[in-house]
Nanobody
Framework: QVQLVESGGGLVQAGGSLRLSCAAS????????MGWFRQAPGKEREFVAA????????YYADSVKGRFTISRDNARNTVYLQMNSLKPEDTAVYYC???????????????????WGQGTQVTVSS
């Protein structure tokens, strides 16, 4: 079992930055691939970014490429999402997810992930 707790959300003006963190329990964090998803009001949950177990591969949604960066610190059991140049359309609840499987070719699918956090709210004002 893996428990995931997100933090770092908040209110920010357009053009600003936030860094989300996702802290994972368990001694096997380094073997899990991690992903970030988001859900805006009235919309379906969508993929944002993902990272392989060793950080060697990263994946991004087209809408965030060049603005968001996913990274991980296996010593701290934490994955991060650095969000720059935020836009009002980035407003959503952001969720962290984990899987013990391979994500190459399926990183953007919610069904790839076995464990989910409770989410953290990000609001970007115009």
């Amino acid at each position: 079992q893996v428990q995931l707790v997100e933090s770092g959300g908040g209110l920010v003006q357009a053009g600003g930055s936030l860094r989300l963190s996702c802290a994972a329990s368990g001694r096997t964090f380094s073997s899990y691939a991690m992903g970030w998803f988001r859900q805006a009001p009235g919309k379906e949950r969508e993929f944002v970014a993902a990272i392989s177990w060793n950080g060697g591969s990263t994946y991004y949604a087209d809408s965030v490429k060049g603005r968001f960066t996913i990274s991980r610190d296996n010593a701290r059991n934490t994955v991060y999402l650095q969000m720059n140049s935020l836009k009002p359309e980035d407003t959503a609840v952001y969720y962290c997810a984990a899987t013990g499987g391979v994500i190459a070719g399926s990183a953007s699918r919610q069904s790839t992930y076995d464990y989910w956090g409770q989410g953290t709210q990000v609001t970007v004002s115009s």
